[in-house]
């Protein structure tokens, strides 16, 4: 009897085409930086690489949806035709805010898949993190990679603020991963502005969201400081 | 009218004694890494000698009060000896946690004064932000530096994990600045393991917490990652 309902999970879970959608800015985000931290190199290599090489080692056979800001588009294709850089993309445009250019990467994924999330500005993801994402989120729906808080917060409230026990709260981290009727739902959504992330979008739809572990080293490159932590644990073989 | 509230507060600024007391561990953090951050060196200073220049560039005549690890105490004084580290500082023992040492500190602090706390591991703190602090802790009785969260949150309850609008969180840095009497009353308080800052402390005595603008550079020092981060921002002259 175990055994059957064993057959069964591992059937659905090989059966499922696995997608990555790599959010790499939209339109609002080219506005704001001119030269995005996802183009930058470290060790010769354009983060947005090195972040698309750790799902194809983690995940042989996922389909790569890349969202790029509409004026990147050209330069893009460009770029990995000169450098070798050959793999299966579609190509999207980028909208007005993130939950605009996911929308718009949606919709380059058919039938029952599994479908991830990441940042491109997270290229220091293990391969180990994306597969148990994935491995989680084909059993319960979704799984969302999340850490611990060492830092002291306050909540505002009515103009002053006050203390809150950092243990109850969780530092949310992509890829985020979510069955693709799931997700399709959540998107036919109006905008909100209160969608930061894609737990937050599939949770207004009253879905329950599964946080795992996620990883300290996981950062997200935004800052200088940033950039130099990164080119350190990449350079380190990370 | 105007000229004279001028004098009478700038009077009392001048008059407080002026303190900052390092909290460089106790006995707790002693047994959690043999090697504290603090006694790295960066530029072949260490840091927690970074850290204690600002507050002598920023107050001059501020008096130090420095809260170690009983069994570090010994080998820090030979420390400052022999590398000419020559400063007016208290040397107290720390405390099983935080609340404790901080406690302990205080006993060295006597009459009407601004009282500033700060982590030793923070050596990337600005002269100006010091005393940006010092200045509106004195008017206000307190002030606590505090920056904007950039990552998503989520708080946890009854077992499940939901969105949280992170416009309306802090992320809470030191030096946090207080009058003494208001922080010799707060440390009057039983220990409670919710304190894991003085603000925190203050706060459950009915005080009303200033939150001022902090600095994103103003890490505290606990990984690996924020080593290199504060090695570069130091060697770059910061």
Not at 98 to 115: M, P, Q, T, W, Y
Request: net charge negative; hydrophobic share 45%.
């Amino acid at each position: 009897m175990n055994f059957g309902l064993f057959t069964i999970h591992y059937s659905l879970f090989t059966e499922m085409q696995k997608y990555v959608i790599i959010a790499a800015g939209g339109i609002g985000a080219r506005m704001k930086s001119p030269i995005p931290k996802q183009y930058l190199s470290v060790n010769d290599v354009p983060i947005i690489i090195h972040t698309i090489n750790k799902f194809q080692f983690a995940i042989p056979g996922i389909k790569i949806v890349i969202v790029l800001p509409p004026d990147r588009i050209n330069s893009w294709e460009q770029f990995c035709f000169e450098n070798d850089f050959v793999f299966n993309q579609d190509i999207c445009a980028g909208g007005e805010t993130r939950f605009h250019s996911i929308k718009n990467g949606l919709e380059s994924i058919h039938g029952h898949a599994l479908v991830a999330i990441h940042d491109a500005v997270r290229p220091l993801i293990t391969v180990a993190l994306i597969q148990d994402i994935f491995k989680h989120a084909e059993a319960n729906g979704n799984a969302v990679p999340a850490i611990k808080m060492d830092q002291t917060i306050r909540v505002l409230e009515d103009g002053k603020s006050k203390a809150v026990d950092r243990n109850n709260y969780r530092i949310i981290q992509t890829p985020q991963c979510f069955h693709a009727d799931i997700l399709r739902k959540a998107y036919q959504q109006d905008y909100d502005v209160s969608f930061t992330d894609d737990a937050t979008v599939v949770e207004r739809t009253g879905a329950v969201i599964n946080l795992i572990e996620g990883d300290i080293n996981n950062i997200k490159i935004t800052t200088q400081q940033d950039m130099l932590v990164a080119e350190t644990l990449i350079a380190s073989g990370f």
